[in-house]
């Protein structure tokens, strides 16, 4: 079901009306700290999706170890942090007793859940004198950003700890009893300008023309941006920091707010002012997209002769403008030889390489579509296209009886691209036991999730100690206070802000962080460590994690559906975020429509329910999922596709051409949206089945060693 965001303040503006807390306020002071730490409670474990009560057991053993043992302080920690979210709050302060002096490491971080606690309990007398004490001890940690909180120092909160949690709710709170207030609005922009519903925040801050300096317009203009007002994004970026990035993306707000001289001009100033930077090259592609094919073909000439590392991609793109805009077939292929011979192994070379194997086999030439191919896994194995390829040159190899062949081609898009969609098509086509379109619904291997965290690539120590537990929370309140206001940041950067959103639930902004190390442009060294990035084990396992796998996993065994197809399209459809809406009024985690969830209703002999709630969502959305199943024979890739397109849409497509070869019609989904969806949502299966099922990784690793086995023979 079609999906966007709809950007709301109002959930966080909630309670912005309330007091603010003071010191002397000691009622509202312990009520405060309480729900501050409850009010993310978890009855599941963050590092297993399992529940909180299969952990304590081993926790529990492990901090009765001696007391030299790491295990035993950490353990004792993350005890105290459940028991507070259980509000066992006794139980919490038992467990933190002299912590501090065993644990120096996280000893703030020990002596903030002990005031937590204490005000549980209400004994604000001792919390008070515990916050003083992280305040005297600890006046640089984040933890004192609680305490500042807690103590009602609200002023020194902002001053010292300005990109703090803490510091946002005090800014909402300020800015619901003063909207104008410039050095308010100006400090959620610079330091939570991704928070949803801040447009007319932005709007505000715009007209009342305030002295903001070139990065707070830098962060207007970014905010701007990532919420789709390109005409203001402009406007700000030409008040913001000058370097590469504001200037291309000056350029890029005016090319999608449709204004396309003006962009034009605004890429031009970039190659000009910033020749070397890697937006300059990325500015001549976007100019090949706007001028007429003349000026294009000479912006590609340009990338072609100064920036060697694009200079596939521009000849790609000349060759195009040749054949379709200048019908000029032997200018066209002389540009397309040059490709291929001087840049064979680029993603430019692999694309032009699948087009003439994919022409080849319309035209009955399989051998040669098959040799095709062999040249491009040859030449360009990372492509993007070769998984691809490889898998219907798998398919042509077998309908030519060439079952070796065959199933080389299939074995190589599992080895090489094991995260893509076709390397699940052609995991099917050898015969595992991953489902096919025909049976997904019932394969459901055991899963397995893992529990180590490895460390990740930046941040403080405090930082790596606090993620590795689990405490997930503090994590991310400790890395946004040393992040602060940067900007520009590194991969390794990008790449911990999403783990870190995504472990706090944050999974729309915290998966595109992630994705978004494939869309930036970088130097060649970045591109090696973004490489290296990828083999960290959290970067799959936050594009694909497990939230609400308890909810999902019992409603698939009632429904008797995959729970690995079930959560692979409610990643599809909400990124898990259980209030998301659609421009059309979908709902929820997996994206009801009102009307839907009626009829459901009506047919489940439900009366009272909530879409926003996401054990009603799930409940429905399953029932829906395991319905279009039944219309179609339990056929997957048309259930999955109705789910989308609705059952009447789907019904026509198979009525009017029937369904022939399933990859055929899959590729030939009139709705493109549909066409999408459908390899996506397998696409999401397949990596929850490869990710954390050990018979599927098993296989995967066999197949991976026999190759290395083959490659070191030779």
Same mark, same amino acid.
Request: charged residues 20%; aromatic residues 8%; hydrophobic residues 40%.
């Given at each position: 079901?079609?999906?966007?965001?709809?950007?709301?303040?109002?959930?966080?503006?909630?309670?912005?009306?309330?007091?603010?807390?003071?010191?002397?306020?000691?009622?509202?002071?312990?009520?405060?700290?309480?729900?501050?730490?409850?009010?993310?409670?978890?009855?599941?474990?963050?590092?297993?999706?399992s529940p909180i009560d299969q952990r304590l057991a081993k926790l529990e053993t492990q901090a009765q170890q001696p007391s030299?043992?790491?295990?035993?302080?950490?353990?004792?920690?993350?005890?105290?942090?459940?028991?507070?979210?259980?509000?066992?709050?006794?139980?919490?302060?038992?467990?933190?007793?002299?912590?501090?002096?065993?644990?120096?490491?996280?000893?703030?971080?020990?002596?903030?859940?002990?005031?937590?606690?204490?005000?549980?309990?209400?004994?604000?007398?001792?919390?008070?004198?515990?916050?003083?004490?992280?305040?005297?001890?600890?006046?640089?940690?984040?933890?004192?950003?609680?305490?500042?909180?807690?103590?009602?120092?609200?002023?020194?909160?902002?001053?010292?700890?300005?990109?703090?949690?803490?510091?946002?709710?005090?800014?909402?709170?300020?800015?619901?009893?003063?909207?104008?207030?410039?050095?308010?609005?100006?400090?959620?922009?610079?330091?939570? @300008? $991704?928070?949803?519903? +801040?447009?007319? &925040? /932005?709007?505000?801050?715009?007209?009342? %023309? !305030?002295?903001?300096? #070139? *990065?707070?317009?830098?962060?207007?203009?970014?905010?701007?941006?990532?919420?789709?007002?390109?005409?203001?994004?402009?406007?700000?970026?030409?008040?913001?920091?000058?370097?590469?990035?504001?200037?291309?993306?000056?350029?890029?707000?005016?090319?999608?707010?449709?204004?396309?001289?003006?962009?034009?001009?605004?890429?031009?100033?970039?190659?000009?002012?910033?020749?070397?930077?890697?937006?300059?090259?990325?500015?001549?592609?976007?100019?090949?997209?706007?001028?007429?094919?003349?000026?294009?073909?000479?912006?590609?000439?340009?990338?072609?002769?100064?920036?060697?590392?694009?200079? @596939? $991609?521009?000849?790609? +793109?000349?060759? &195009? /403008?040749?054949?379709?805009?200048?019908? %000029? !077939?032997?200018?066209? #292929? *002389?540009?397309?030889?040059?490709?291929?011979?001087?840049?064979?192994?680029?993603?430019?070379?692999?694309?032009?390489?699948?087009?003439?194997?994919?022409?080849?086999?319309?035209?009955?030439?399989?051998?040669?579509?098959?040799?095709?191919?062999?040249?491009?896994?040859?030449?360009?194995?990372?492509?993007?296209?070769?998984?691809?390829?490889?898998?219907?040159?798998?398919?042509?190899?077998?309908?030519?009886?060439?079952?070796?062949?065959?199933?080389?081609?299939?074995?190589?898009?599992?080895?090489?691209?094991?995260?893509?969609?076709?390397?699940?098509?052609?995991?099917?086509?050898? @015969?595992?036991?991953?489902?096919?379109?025909?049976?997904?619904?019932?394969?459901?291997?055991?899963?397995?999730?893992?529990?180590?965290?490895?460390?990740?690539?930046?941040?403080?120590?405090?930082?790596?100690?606090?993620?590795?537990?689990?405490?997930?929370?503090?994590?991310?309140?400790?890395?946004?206070?040393?992040?602060?206001?940067?900007?520009?940041?590194?991969?390794?950067?990008?790449?911990?802000?999403?783990?870190?959103?995504?472990?706090?639930?944050?999974?729309?902004?915290?998966?595109?962080?992630?994705?978004?190390?494939?869309?930036?442009?970088?130097?060649?060294?970045?591109?090696?460590?973004?490489?290296?990035?990828?083999?960290?084990?959290?970067?799959?396992?936050?594009?694909?994690?497990?939230?609400?796998?308890?909810?999902?996993?019992?409603?698939?065994?009632?429904?008797?559906?995959?729970?690995?197809?079930?959560?692979?399209?409610?990643?599809?459809?909400?990124?898990?975020?259980?209030?998301?809406?659609?421009?059309?009024?979908?709902?929820?985690?997996?994206?009801?429509?009102?009307?839907?969830?009626?009829?459901?209703?009506?047919?489940?002999?439900?009366?009272?329910?909530?879409?926003?709630?996401?054990?009603?969502?799930?409940?429905?959305?399953?029932?829906?999922?395991?319905?279009?199943?039944?219309?179609?024979?339990?056929?997957?890739?048309?259930?999955?596709?109705?789910?989308?397109?609705?059952?009447?849409?789907?019904?026509?497509?198979?009525?009017?051409?029937?369904?022939?070869?399933?990859?055929?019609?899959?590729?030939?989904?009139?709705?493109?949206?549909?066409?999408?969806?459908?390899?996506?949502?397998?696409?999401?299966?397949?990596?929850?089945?490869?990710?954390?099922?050990?018979?599927?990784?098993?296989?995967?690793?066999?197949?991976?060693?026999?190759?290395?086995?083959?490659?070191?023979?030779?």
């Amino acid at each position: 079901m079609r999906w966007s965001i709809v950007l709301m303040l109002s959930a966080t503006l909630a309670g912005a009306s309330a007091p603010l807390i003071t010191a002397s306020s000691e009622s509202e002071l312990a009520l405060n700290a309480s729900l501050a730490n409850n009010r993310d409670n978890k009855s599941f474990d963050p590092l297993t999706y399992s529940p909180i009560d299969q952990r304590l057991a081993k926790l529990e053993t492990q901090a009765q170890q001696p007391s030299a043992n790491i295990d035993r302080v950490r353990a004792k920690l993350v005890l105290a942090d459940i028991y507070l979210n259980s509000r066992k709050s006794r139980e919490a302060i038992a467990a933190l007793d002299k912590l501090e002096a065993e644990y120096p490491a996280l000893a703030d971080y020990v002596l903030l859940k002990r005031a937590q606690a204490q005000t549980q309990v209400r004994d604000i007398q001792g919390a008070t004198k515990t916050w003083q004490s992280i305040l005297t001890n600890y006046p640089n940690s984040a933890a004192a950003a609680e305490a500042m909180f807690a103590l009602g120092q609200n002023q020194q909160l902002l001053d010292k700890f300005p990109a703090h949690p803490r510091s946002q709710e005090v800014v909402l709170r300020l800015l619901a009893q003063a909207p104008n207030r410039v050095d308010l609005m100006a400090h959620l922009v610079t330091y939570f @300008g $991704e928070i949803k519903g +801040i447009v007319p &925040t /932005l709007d505000r801050i715009v007209a009342s %023309s !305030p002295s903001l300096t #070139s *990065d707070q317009w830098w962060a207007v203009a970014e905010a701007y941006y990532s919420n789709f007002e390109f005409g203001k994004a402009a406007n700000a970026y030409t008040r913001a920091t000058v370097n590469p990035i504001t200037a291309y993306k000056y350029g890029r707000s005016l090319q999608r707010g449709k204004q396309n001289e003006a962009a034009i001009a605004a890429y031009n100033r970039v190659i000009q002012q910033f020749p070397q930077s890697p937006q300059a090259p990325r500015a001549l592609i976007r100019i090949t997209q706007l001028e007429s094919p003349e000026v294009a073909i000479a912006a590609a000439d340009r990338l072609i002769a100064n920036y060697p590392d694009t200079a @596939g $991609e521009a000849l790609l +793109i000349k060759a &195009t /403008l040749l054949q379709d805009k200048l019908n %000029s !077939p032997k200018a066209a #292929s *002389d540009a397309r030889k040059l490709l291929l011979e001087r840049y064979g192994i680029t993603e430019s070379a692999g694309q032009l390489r699948w087009r003439i194997a994919q022409g080849q086999a319309r035209g009955g030439q399989l051998s040669n579509a098959i040799a095709t191919v062999d040249t491009l896994i040859a030449n360009s194995p990372n492509s993007e296209t070769a998984a691809e390829a490889s898998f219907w040159a798998g398919k042509w190899a077998s309908q030519s009886g060439d079952k070796a062949k065959s199933k080389k081609f299939f074995e190589f898009a599992i080895r090489q691209h094991p995260e893509s969609y076709y390397a699940w098509r052609s995991a099917g086509s050898l @015969g595992w036991q991953v489902g096919t379109f025909t049976n997904a619904r019932y394969t459901a291997p055991a899963i397995s999730i893992p529990s180590a965290r490895t460390p990740l690539p930046a941040g403080s120590a405090k930082l790596q100690e606090l993620y590795v537990l689990g405490l997930d929370r503090d994590a991310r309140s400790q890395w946004q206070t040393e992040l602060g206001a940067k900007r520009n940041l590194e991969p390794k950067e990008i790449f911990t802000d999403g783990v870190l959103r995504v472990a706090v639930q944050d999974n729309l902004v915290g998966i595109k962080t992630i994705e978004s190390l494939d869309l930036i442009d970088v130097s060649n060294a970045q591109k090696a460590e973004i490489a290296k990035i990828k083999q960290h084990p959290a970067y799959m396992q936050s594009l694909y994690p497990f939230h609400y796998w308890d909810i999902i996993s019992n409603w698939s065994k009632e429904r008797n559906l995959s729970p690995a197809l079930v959560i692979a399209l409610m990643r599809q459809e909400s990124r898990f975020e259980p209030q998301i809406r659609s421009r059309s009024g979908a709902i929820g985690l997996m994206q009801i429509m009102p009307d839907t969830g009626s009829w459901i209703a009506d047919k489940k002999g439900v009366n009272n329910y909530n879409l926003d709630n996401p054990a009603d969502n799930i409940s429905f959305g399953t029932w829906y999922l395991a319905y279009t199943h039944s219309r179609y024979g339990d056929n997957s890739m048309l259930a999955v596709a109705s789910y989308n397109a609705g059952p009447g849409a789907v019904g026509r497509w198979v009525e009017g051409r029937n369904i022939g070869d399933p990859d055929e019609f899959v590729n030939n989904i009139p709705y493109e949206e549909t066409r999408d969806y459908v390899s996506k949502v397998l696409g999401n299966y397949w990596n929850y089945l490869r990710l954390y099922s050990p018979s599927v990784q098993q296989q995967i690793a066999s197949l991976q060693q026999a190759n290395n086995i083959n490659a070191s023979a030779k």
